[in-house]
């Protein structure tokens, strides 16, 4: 079980919360897996599922609002990562009402 508390780089951040976005509507697809493994690599997004599901919901949040400001610092950041998010809620052909609300959510919780 990895216990890690920290990212090493932006990337690391960035597939540890688009894997968070996954899980939103309970139902981590397929397809949401390939496209993350495929902008990460595999071994990056193994790496930080087995982190995302070796926490508790409280943590893994914690661990997202830990490290914002450190990944997102400008509105081309956010902008990148709100593209990402939009991303992953389609990938599925299914962008539920609670993945639009966890978008409402990600745009409030890294505004600059």
Same mark, same amino acid.
């Not at 996954?22 to 509507?25: E, F, I, L, P, T």
């Not at 914002?68 to 950041?77: G, R, V």
């Given at each position: 079980? %990895?216990? !890690? %508390? *920290? +990212?090493?780089?932006?990337? %690391? +951040?960035?597939c540890y919360l688009? !894997?968070?976005a996954?899980?939103? %509507?309970f139902d981590f697809s397929s397809e949401e897996k390939t496209l993350i493994a495929q902008? +990460?690599?595999? *071994?990056? +997004?193994d790496k930080w599922h087995r982190v995302f599901l070796s926490k508790g919901d409280f943590q893994q949040l914690k661990l997202i609002m830990d490290h914002?400001? /450190?990944? !997102?610092?400008? *509105?081309? /950041?956010k902008q990148k990562l709100i593209s990402m998010l939009n991303q992953v809620f389609g990938s599925d052909g299914d962008y539920s009402k609670l993945e639009k609300n966890q978008m409402l959510f990600f745009d409030r919780l890294f505004s600059l």
């Open positions: 079980m %990895d216990s !890690i %508390d *920290s +990212f090493e780089t932006q990337e %690391d +951040f960035l688009m !894997i968070y996954a899980y939103v %509507d902008q +990460f690599g595999q *071994s990056t +997004f914002k400001e /450190h990944y !997102i610092k400008n *509105s081309a /950041h």
